[in-house]
């Protein structure tokens, strides 16, 4: 009886989940050969990238162009207004239409204001300050996106997506444009990194921010992430989201009623027209279904391919990511099908969108020895393996090279009327009429006739 006797089976320590049994959650602390007995590596930390933006994003605001007219007519001249009480409306403006949110002008105004005092009429250094402070948003919510990204996925993944949003066209231009789109663009990558920082409820309301008080029709773009967090914690997230929205719109309203002397909302205002009223984009031009694609291509060339490539390999990209990226990346595929179905296109209708591309591209990339690894052997170093690994730094910097090179292509060859405003603060010193042509002739002999775009209507800027 005794032999038989089953004896009970003491309780077993408990044991270091290995990768293969771990959920879809990953961290940099799951890959193979790491130990949680040392301190946990918080990944790359935040003065890097502060330092690296902040240098890129100040090129940009000192040397980018003005790519759209509208930044010109609708953001700059009215901005100009309410600083010099001098300035030309467009009919968004009229108290008729009220299309366009003086609470947006009215936060660059916080800038825009001391600068006017403190440089009285040397209205081209407000001007450079107002882009200094685009600049500094742009930099402040891509370094809480990179660090959330490292935090969550380890250093390459991030030093991947660092590079691509310090050197890529497309966020080299967006990132001190001053546009509503730009202003999305902002949001977008601060409430993806509160969402991977697990910060579900301020990444509701930086989503709210971005939509009232930036562009209303990014709200497509901010949905998945706005989801995502309500199914998180919905109570904190609804009630933060809830919170902004109604303060927002509540302040937006009162801006407007003061400016357009009447009780009117411009957020509303602007839905209304586009989506019921029909909008009549397209006596502005329209384009092909392909547009975006290809405009696509020339602000990130070979890395927006892989950013389409990223649903492709969901299959290899899901060993290695948790949803949450999934969930950022998602706006890209949403928005690009919702504006390519738009008859009227504009690149920047596209800038909201601009630095999740380069996470979705960064991710493809970190992802390639991944293609030929094998999925039950995590540490599978074969030839394919080996080569993939040499090919990811060679790939990313093609990328950049090319990027680079678009840049100052573009900027030297059509800076022109930005060279002038140089020239025309200083008009007093000039001497002679024959003097301050010969000075202006210098400046645009650099560009060609084509050179004659929108960017030249900044030229009337009162600035």
């Given amino acids: 009886m005794a032999l038989s006797t089953r004896q009970r089976r003491l309780p077993l320590p408990p044991s270091d989940p290995s990768p293969s049994s771990s959920s879809l ?9 790491k130990s949680n007995s040392k301190e946990e590596d918080k990944g790359l930390g935040w003065f890097f990238p502060l330092f690296a933006l902040g240098m890129l994003r100040y090129m940009s605001a ?12 609708n953001y700059w001249e009215p901005l100009h207004y309410l600083l010099f009480k001098s300035g030309f409306q467009t009919w968004e403006y009229s108290s008729e239409f009220a299309l366009r949110s003086y609470l947006y002008l009215a936060f660059h105004e916080l800038v825009g204001r001391p600068a006017s005092w403190l440089f009285g009429d040397e ?42 949003l310090c050197l890529t066209s497309g966020c080299f231009f967006a990132s001190t ?35 009232i008080l930036g562009w209303p029709f990014s709200i497509l773009a901010f949905l998945p992430v706005t989801f995502y967090s ?41 839905m209304l027209y586009n989506v019921v009223g029909g909008g009549e984009s397209h006596l502005y031009g329209i384009e092909g279904p392909f547009y975006y694609f290809r405009n696509g291509f020339n602000n990130f060339n070979f890395s927006f391919i892989l950013a389409l490539l990223f649903l492709v390999m969901i299959p ?51 992802s390639f020895p991944d293609i030929f690894r094998d ?36 900027i030297h060859g059509y800076s022109a009327p930005l060279e002038i405003y ?29 050179a004659e775009n929108d960017s030249t209507e900044a030229i009337r800027l009162k600035i």
Wanted: charged share 15%; aromatic share 12%; net charge positive.
């Fill in 177 to 211: 444009s001053f546009l509503p789109s730009s202003f999305s663009m902002y949001a977008i990558s601060l409430s993806s990194g509160l969402l991977l920082l697990e910060k579900p409820a301020m990444a509701v309301a930086v989503a709210a921010v971005g939509v």
């Fill in 316 to 366: 290899i990209l899901r060993r290695k990511f948790a949803l949450d990226l999934l969930v950022v990346v998602s706006p890209v595929y949403i928005w690009l099908a919702f504006m390519s179905l738009q008859p009227h296109k504009e690149e920047r209708f596209l800038y909201p969108i601009y630095p999740l591309i380069c996470i979705a591209a960064s991710a493809v990339i970190e």
């Fill in 375 to 410: 999925k039950y052997n995590p540490h599978d170093n074969s030839l394919m393996v080996m080569i993939a690994k040499i090919i990811r730094p060679v790939v990313l910097g093609l990328i950049l090279c090319a990027s680079h090179a678009r840049t100052f292509s573009l």
């Fill in 230 to 270: 309500l199914y998180r914690r919905f109570k904190q997230a609804f009630v933060a989201g809830a919170v902004t929205s109604v303060s927002l719109l509540a302040l937006s309203l009162l801006f407007d009623c003061y400016y357009y002397g009447k009780w009117t909302s411009s957020v509303l205002n602007l």
């Fill in 123 to 164: 209205k081209v250094r407000v001007f450079y300050a107002v882009r200094l402070f685009l600049a500094v948003l742009s930099v402040i919510t891509e370094t809480v996106l990179v660090v959330a990204l490292s935090r969550k996925y380890g250093k390459r993944l991030a030093s991947y997506t660092l590079a691509m």
């Fill in 25 to 33: 959650s990953y961290s940099k602390v799951d890959k193979p050969g």
């Fill in 62 to 73: 000192t040397s980018n162009i003005i790519h759209d007219c509208d930044e010109v007519f």
């Fill in 422 to 450: 140089k020239l025309l603060e200083h008009h007093d010193d000039v001497g002679t009429g024959e003097s301050l042509y010969l000075a202006v002739s210098h400046f645009t002999a650099k560009t060609s006739d084509v």
